[in-house]
């Protein structure tokens, strides 16, 4: 207890200063165009790369500017286009239209309690950016309520205005299981020139919802939403050729290639030396989706050998599902993949993500700013009392939870300081209470903060959500966290029951061959019983007897259930400590013994498994021996952890060694940092970062239209030899 007994004191005198940076100057925002880089940009402003660095932290002195980005540029100066600018191409044309548009005239609007900034754009039908154009202030400071704003009135913008016609587009619906990657392949455009046409699609997120109305190029000739878009390819005929290997290499039938070709007809058949076209692709609405394919965004500098080798394909197999490629391979196209390629990347909402090592690609010129929101209950513990400091400690739960979180973030900052990354930190007591979250919220400007981590308790969590979705911050829930809460900036870091019986099954059903399977599930566990029947139809389920002071199972009905040829593995699904500890007594007790009056001298094999390993498991009067004998294998959201650096690093700081809670506090804050290091905008990153793992937790985020990031990560652990081991 000493470690939890010192973290008290320094929870006590924690304060940190918090730093302000006033800004009084005029600003520019500058559409990057293809071939631009931070130089040229400089000199066209009169000002210095350093200047530009300042107020755009997501770039990196050096990294290569990506067409369409938005940057804040100081100084008053208008920039000139180059004489060699682009024009005349749909994505320059509209995106000009919409982000170098001038105003005819302003208005003004005073801000009301409640309001964001993306409200006030939908009102107004502005951008963000226009809007920080004119309201400069905005770029330091969260929006106030009673701040009035100067909002840029501009003409209806016409797509006749910018020199396009209005029959090159049509309106696309959004069908069911599509996402932006599947519709941007299927229309041959690149996400950004999809933004330009549909302003109203966030830039931070990719959600897009059945039904969404969208802007989109017709392609030429026909309309995606009822037509179909043929592509041929010319064949020359080898020797020895016929219909049916036709047939099985290009999956035509023999009737339409001599539709195609009627000089086969004329000439009596196939013949060496003939050139013939052959369909190669079908384009079909509602075909090119998630269910059928992954899709891929080319990066700048990719080439062909890069691309064939990363995914295992050949270059005319590439070509075969993505026929633009005949053209180039040009960064921002997306390509679409067969669902079950499998190599060195991972896939997310169905798009590969390349992987990136957060540690070596930190940005230490970037300062993520957090805020803690713990119930540390310094006003109900008396500091100068250690003996009742720790009884208080040992009765609270959310006491010890904050206290062990806490300790593992200390950690876990220290080891940000001593990779170069400075962490501005604030940290409050929020006591458990809501009116003191409400307080300490209220007192505090949330959109200057990077994430909050906290609160425990579900009001005061949700109420933080509430407050921080105004300024797009994003919410840490470190523990489980149930709720009515649906809001896009909570990050529930703790994997729910749904995932973790989902992983069970799959471990399961992939390692079972023909063992017997048996579920022994309470009235409570119904669902999880059903979940395993749908798995596994032949399973056999063992009647529980419930009563008003028992509950348990027939041993001898058992018995007759078990296998004595192949292993048994034997569900237990209940969260009751008495029915599991029976259970468990009674599975040691046929676990490797003859059955004689059965099958002579063999002996039954019993595997104990669970999808919900809940704190029952966890009760004193279970025995670990006997759960070690039966292997029991089970889902965990964490895993025991190692002597390692953190470990060490959290020994020498406390005395002691982490519990869970320290090493969860560890994980999740570290990883929060990390991200933020690397692009100080969780939301964003969480696009294209995959799992992640530390030392006894990983993460993989994964958004649920607008109720939040949840994270998809969970081990499979096992006892044995009395010890526990991680399966997958």
């Not at 587009?169 to 020139?193: C, L, M, N, Q």
């Not at 990354?421 to 919220?441: G, P, R």
């Not at 809460?485 to 471990?507: A, G, R």
């Not at 025995?623 to 039966?630: E, R, V």
């Amino acid at each position: 207890m000493r470690y939890i007994f010192n973290q008290v004191y320094i929870i006590g005198a924690f304060c940190l200063l918090v730093s302000c940076t006033a800004m009084g100057q005029k600003f520019n925002t500058h559409e990057v165009k293809s071939g631009e880089t931070l130089e040229s940009i400089s000199k066209m402003y009169g000002v210095t790369p350093a200047n530009i660095l300042q107020y755009n932290k997501e770039i990196k002195q050096g990294q290569q500017l990506r067409p369409n980005t938005i940057l804040v540029v100081p100084g008053a100066k208008t920039a000139t286009k180059p004489a060699n600018s682009v024009s005349g191409a749909i994505n320059d044309r509209m995106q000009d239209s919409i982000v170098a548009r001038e105003p005819i005239g302003y208005t003004t609007h005073r801000v009301r309690k409640k309001e964001t900034i993306f409200g006030i754009t939908q009102q107004y039908k502005i951008t963000q950016e226009e809007l920080k154009k004119y309201n400069t202030q905005l770029y330091a400071s969260p929006l106030q309520k009673k701040m009035e704003l100067r909002i840029p009135k501009y003409n209806a913008s016409k797509i006749e205005e910018i020199g396009l016609n209005e029959n090159d587009f049509e309106k696309y619906i959004v069908a069911p299981k599509e996402t932006r990657w599947s519709i941007a392949h299927k229309y041959g455009i690149t996400i950004d020139s999809m933004l330009v046409l549909n302003p109203g699609l966030s830039k931070t997120n990719n959600y897009l919802s059945e039904g969404y109305e969208l802007l989109m190029p017709k392609i030429a000739g026909s309309s995606v939403q009822n037509q179909v878009t043929q592509i041929y390819t010319s064949y020359t005929v080898p020797a020895k050729m016929n219909f049916y290997r036709l047939e099985q290499e290009f999956g035509v039938k023999s009737d339409e290639i001599v539709r195609l070709n009627p000089e086969i007809t004329e000439r009596g058949g196939l013949k060496e030396g003939m050139v013939i076209r052959i369909p190669e692709q079908k384009v079909e609405a509602g075909v090119i989706n998630t269910d059928n394919y992954i899709f891929y965004e080319v990066k700048q500098k990719q080439n062909e050998f890069r691309l064939t080798r990363k995914f295992g394909m050949t270059w005319a197999e590439l070509v075969q599902l993505n026929p633009d490629l005949k053209d180039g391979l040009k960064a921002g196209m997306v390509l679409k993949l067969p669902k079950d390629k499998v190599g060195d990347f991972e896939v997310k909402n169905s798009l590969v993500l390349d992987k990136v090592n957060l540690i070596d690609s930190i940005d230490v010129a970037v300062v993520p700013k957090v805020l803690f929101l713990l119930p540390f209950r310094l006003d109900k513990l008396n500091l100068s009392d250690k003996e009742a400091v720790e009884k208080t400690i040992d009765s609270r739960n959310s006491l010890k939870y904050s206290l062990g979180l806490y300790s593992g973030a200390l950690v876990a900052l220290d080891s940000l300081k001593s990779l170069g990354v400075s962490i501005d930190v604030k940290t409050f007591d929020n006591q458990l209470d809501l009116i003191k979250t409400k307080q300490i919220l209220q007192a505090e400007q949330l959109g200057g903060y990077s994430a909050i981590f906290g609160p425990l308790d579900i009001p005061s969590l949700k109420e933080t959500a509430v407050q921080a979705a105004k300024f797009n911050v994003p919410v840490i829930a470190p523990v489980p966290a149930k709720s009515d809460i649906s809001l896009n900036n909570v990050f529930f870091s703790y994997t729910d029951e749904e995932v973790l019986l989902k992983h069970m099954l799959d471990y399961a059903e992939s390692k079972h061959e023909d063992e017997t399977i048996l579920i022994i599930a309470d009235e409570n566990s119904k669902l999880e019983q059903t979940a395993i029947l749908k798995r596994f139809p032949a399973a056999k389920v063992v009647v529980v007897k419930e009563e008003e002071k028992n509950i348990g199972i027939n041993r001898d009905k058992l018995q007759t259930l078990l296998s004595d040829k192949v292993p048994n593995w034997v569900f237990v699904e209940s969260d009751n400590y008495k029915l599991i500890a029976s259970v468990v007594s009674i599975l040691n007790s046929f676990n490797n013994t003859a059955f004689d009056a059965l099958s002579g001298n063999d002996k039954v094999s019993v595997r104990m498994f669970t999808t919900d390993m809940n704190s029952a498991f966890e009760n004193e009067v279970i025995s670990n021996t006997h759960l070690s004998n039966l292997n029991f294998t089970y889902p965990s959201v964490n895993r025991q952890v190692a002597n390692n650096s953190f470990v060490e690093r959290y020994r020498k700081r406390f005395g002691d060694y982490p519990d869970r809670y320290a090493v969860r506090g560890f994980d999740l804050t570290f990883d929060l940092l990390l991200k933020l290091a690397y692009k100080n905008d969780l939301i964003d990153v969480s696009r294209f970062i995959g799992e992640t793992e530390y030392s006894g937790n990983k993460f993989n985020y994964e958004r649920k239209g607008v109720a939040g990031y949840y994270n998809q990560s969970s081990y499979i652990m096992m006892i044995d030899d009395l010890r526990i081991i991680e399966l997958e």
